[in-house]
């Protein structure tokens, strides 16, 4: 297990659509998941996809107990999801600020669905089926598009609402990322 190196926006590996995993419950699988896992919590994240420590497989992690970035979330259940595949619930879409591990210091306001439907397996290969709303469902969206070369910024409508959170929030004392 290692904290690993997050790439930063900028860097072309972000922007690479990432592939199946093939394989369940390998060492390879479960050394890379330890990996990400020791790096979120290092890095303090809500969540991180492999594409961002150089991996091109479609795995993403996320849950948030309680974070001081995010201080009025819900909690979402630590999830390991791979090879996932997301069906929005409706048309009705929701904006929120988005931070990102690639895009440290900065926030942006992001609409994303509301509800959603998602699927996938764990590092097992038990397979994982939720309909989730809210924060929960932002999460997931964020990470998923990791796996297909989307960061936030790209999906910001207005961009008046980008910049740093020092400055967006002043005195609130968010983490940088
Ligand atoms: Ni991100």
């Not at 297909?148 to 910049?163: K, T, V, W």
Request: aromatic content about 6%; some cysteine.
């Amino acid at each position: 297990m290692a904290i690993r190196t997050v790439l930063k926006m900028g860097d072309p590996r972000l922007l690479e659509p990432s592939r199946p995993v093939e394989c369940f419950d390998t060492q390879e699988l479960h050394t890379l998941i330890a990996d990400m896992q020791d790096t979120m919590r290092a890095l303090d994240g809500a969540g991180l996809a492999a594409p961002q420590i150089a991996v091109g497989l479609q795995v993403v992690i996320f849950g948030v107990d309680h974070n001081p970035r995010y201080p009025d979330a819900e909690i979402v259940p630590l999830t390991v999801l791979i090879n996932p595949v997301l069906t929005a619930i409706g048309e009705e879409m929701e904006e929120g600020w988005e931070g990102c591990l690639s895009v440290p210091g900065m926030r942006g306001l992001v609409p994303r669905h509301r509800r959603l439907h998602y699927r996938g397996f764990d590092q097992y290969g038990k397979a994982i089926d939720r309909t989730v709303s809210d924060f929960h469902a932002r999460v997931v969206q964020h990470e998923c598009d990791h796996l297909a070369g989307i960061l936030y910024p790209m999906r910001i409508p207005d961009m008046r609402n980008f910049g740093f959170t020092a400055e967006l929030f002043p005195g609130q004392d968010l983490q940088d990322n």
